[in-house]
């Protein structure tokens, strides 16, 4: 039974061994982002969430409103899929908000 132990561990050495490098060369890619939201958090002040708005005529449309809104369309449609990008064109001239998630590309009515 040790036998069988000892050959099961000496074959996931590998294996662990290079999800170990895997894990800290991810680590080391994410230090860079951490350090930028660090330093954007104390830019901003802590707590701190701009409120970006869209006017056209009569017209206001709140930016994290229509985000919100794409997204959720987004998750109706593909719900399993991860966002890994995401961005918002409005339109108020064609009353509709375009948006593209992962390369995937749809409208909502404003």
Do not use: H, T
């Not at 701009?50 to 369309?73: G, I, K, M, T």
């Amino acid at each position: 039974m040790k036998e069988a132990v000892d050959a099961a561990l000496e074959k996931a050495e590998p294996v662990v061994r290079k999800a170990k490098g895997a894990a800290q060369a991810a680590a080391k890619k994410a230090e860079p982002v951490i350090e930028a939201a660090i330093s954007a958090g104390k830019q901003l002040g802590a707590g701190y969430v701009p409120e970006l708005y869209v006017q056209d005529a009569n017209r206001q449309f709140d930016c994290a409103e229509l985000l919100e809104r794409c997204v959720a369309d987004f998750r109706e449609k593909y719900a399993p899929m991860r966002i890994s990008s995401c961005k918002l064109y409005i339109k108020p001239e064609d009353s509709m908000v375009y948006y593209v998630i992962n390369d995937i590309e749809d409208k909502l009515p404003l």
